[in-house]
């Protein structure tokens, strides 16, 4: 009789708890997944946004992005990107995680200022570096000029455009990250520092011995999440540069929009958002696998 009453009980829990789950699990139907299988099936047409007809495509629009040099330039712009963005944000965020750390007056300020570039919009941040880097009357070419240096033309020179952009997306993102690291640095016991230093262990090796081994976690977080905002960037590319110059700064997702709904052409625009996805869903596995760990704490 308790078993009968126990397995009641446990469909009544289950009954309900379906029932909490059920509108996020149709938002999730409605707005993800769905859109997903359409975008899926439109990869395989040729379907145009101005025209009522579309025919199947096959694999077409697949071998066809494979051998455009536009589509391949921009993905290499893109992992040029993510290359230099993913060590440099993550050894800064490192930094100023272990530089907040440390208990001083005025900490809290710190916390603030570096924190502060996360809740501003990246259209707004992107608007603000557009006129700084302005060679005319940028506040930065103000400075260099003071200094007797040469101005610069971060928006306009194709050698230098995408250090603009790196700059500012380094500058918006670090404060969430560093926030991400003393969390992580924060959960690592004391008691596993006193011991170091008992075993005669200086600061230097304290930090690549107990640190770095415990933040693997920690890190391999932070480097996932920002391979997959590095590769997916679009916001700064579209109202920095849209591009430029002579396509310099043109991202695959920046691509995927322009052959979307400049080019109407979805079902090509489709077939390079999912070559992108397979692209980042491989670089995650990868990435979960290099930094697998057994250290508890």
Request: charged letters at 10%; a positive charge; hydrophobic letters at 55%.
């Amino acid at each position: 009789m308790r078993g009968y009453k126990s397995g009641i009980y446990d469909k009544q829990e289950m009954r309900a708890a379906f029932l909490f789950i059920l509108p996020a699990l149709l938002l999730l139907i409605l707005f993800i997944f769905y859109p997903m299988a359409r975008a899926l099936l439109i990869s395989f047409q040729n379907y145009n946004l101005i025209s009522a007809n579309t025919s199947p495509a096959g694999l077409a629009n697949y071998r066809q992005l494979f051998e455009d040099s536009s589509f391949l330039e921009s993905l290499g712009h893109s992992f040029y990107f993510a290359a230099v963005v993913i060590p440099l944000q993550t050894v800064i965020a490192l930094g100023l995680a272990l530089l907040v750390r440390r208990v001083f007056r005025g900490v809290g300020l710190f916390r603030t200022v570096y924190f502060l570039p996360v809740v501003v919009s990246f259209a707004i941040a992107s608007t603000i570096f557009k006129l700084i880097y302005n060679k005319d009357y940028g506040m930065l070419n103000v400075l260099l000029r003071g200094l007797g240096l040469p101005a610069w033309d971060f928006l306009s020179n194709p050698d230098i455009s995408m250090i603009g952009i790196i700059i500012l997306c380094i500058w918006k993102a670090m404060g969430f990250f560093m926030i991400v690291f003393l969390a992580g640095l924060n959960n690592i016991p004391d008691s596993l520092y006193e011991a170091a230093h008992v075993d005669g262990a200086g600061a230097v090796q304290q930090f690549f011995k107990v640190t770095l081994p415990l933040l693997k976690r920690t890190t391999a977080f932070v480097i996932i999440i920002t391979t997959m905002d590095a590769l997916k960037i679009f916001v700064p590319i579209y109202i920095t540069t849209s591009g430029g110059p002579a396509q310099s700064t043109s991202t695959v997702v920046f691509y995927i929009y322009e052959t979307a709904f400049k080019q109407m052409n979805m079902g090509y625009a489709s077939a390079a958002a999912f070559v992108l996805f397979a692209i980042v869903l491989v670089i995650s596995v990868i990435q979960l696998r290099l930094f697998r760990t057994d250290v508890e704490y």
